[in-house]
């Protein structure tokens, strides 16, 4: 049983550190989409999905250890969760450290889902401003038009210096 319960740690734990390691990549990401630097944002989505692939290796090694064991789980890498498997260990100080790291896990999970939805933000911020300068440069008609005080301006075309669709 010690063998069995040292290996779900250890996997839970390298599970833990791949998703530490996405927050760091989420955050460099961020820094990436302010700086506009789109070489940096490819290198990061690469790494990012080799550690979502990683995940779901380390989902199917921990499925395979409950299988090993005997433990009925009816789970797909697909459908795992952490807090089933918790659920499935016999109530041991082995128990408590796999959930004290569940909850590190889903804390971190979190922070990534924080930190995704703030770059989602930023992305799609720039890609107005890029509409809106494409907007300016090619002279839509149908956007607002924006004089050189920044305001929208009723009038004529040629008093206008920029347009975007609000």
Sequence with gaps: MEHFTDRLETLIHEKLV????????????????????VDSLWR???????????????????????????????????????STLVSLLSKTRDRARIEAMKIAIDAQKDEIQGLASENKRYINDYLKVVGDVMSTIVKMSGQDQYAFSGKICEGRESNHFIRAKV
Excluded: W
């Design 18 to 37: 791949c998703y530490r390691q996405l927050t760091a990549l989420l955050e460099a990401d961020r820094q990436a989409i302010l700086a506009m630097d």
């Design 44 to 82: 990061i989505t690469t790494k990012k999905n080799e550690i979502a692939r990683q995940i779901e290796r380390l989902r199917c090694k921990l499925l395979e250890v409950l299988d090993l064991q005997g433990i009925v789980h009816s789970m797909e890498p697909a459908s795992f969760r952490l």
